[in-house]
């Protein structure tokens, strides 16, 4: 690859990560600051994560969040512990473990919901849709591209 297109790939990129840190991380921690106490820095997207997508395997929320099985695995022990979400076995192949919110999980989502809108409407205010379109459309490529590289990456590894 081009010296010059990999320096503004990770220039790029670097600056993606440091816009989406400052504008989305630090503007939705402030504003759960205080009001959830007692989850760690991040429980409260993987209970998003849970809430959108109901049952789902440890693995799965790996995928999305990044964390190791041995992160994972004392996370979710952890959501277990406060009442916020419970484990049980998939009926269709009793291999498989599957995770869900409590109510008491629920009523996390929701607040985190509410919380997540809030900050949604205070930013989407300064673009338009076709910004937010060709924006969703990005990230779309992105996670394309990146997942065939890590599927291309890991089938190397095997």
Known sequence: ???????????????????????????????????FRELSKNQPIVIKIMGIEGEIMP???????GMDKSSLTRMVDDLEKKGIVFRKTDTNDRRK??????????DYYNDLSQ???EISEELLQFVDDEDIESYMESLETMVRILGKIEASRAAGLR
């Open 97 to 106: 473990v599957l995770v869900s919110l409590t109510e008491k999980g629920l």
């Open 115 to 117: 919380i997540t809108t």
């Open 59 to 65: 693995s799965t929320l790996g995928k999305y969040t």
């Open 1 to 35: 690859m081009d010296e010059a297109i990999l320096s503004k790939i990770i220039l790029l990129s670097v600056e993606r990560d440091a816009l989406a840190n400052l504008i989305f991380e630090q503007t939705f921690q402030k504003k759960t600051a205080g009001k």
